[in-house]
């Protein structure tokens, strides 16, 4: 969902985070994630690494930017577009 649609009292589904369509939620429900909740305290390089162990092939590092968007928007933050995570996660974790 577009992140300036998403209001949080109304976040039930994976479709309903920010930045997470149909494909997004069909990999993290691959995962194991299959509610939003269930992202809270979630380190999302684990959970990029674990989709891509699971895929067995490297994933688009942009799925790791979308893993921080919606750990984050559920530990608190306000929603934001994936693309604000790039250049942090270029940052904090290189090439992944």
Known sequence: ???AKVKRARVHRLTDLPNVG???AMDLEFIGISAPKQLSGKDP???YRRLCSKR???QDPC???VFISITRF???DEPRPWWTYT???KRRYGPV
């Open 1 to 3: 969902m577009s992140p």
């Open 63 to 65: 799925v790791l930017d």
């Open 45 to 47: 390089l684990k959970l």
């Open 74 to 76: 559920m530990s608190g």
């Open 56 to 58: 067995g092939a490297r």
């Open 22 to 24: 149909p494909a997004t």
């Open 87 to 89: 250049e942090e996660r």
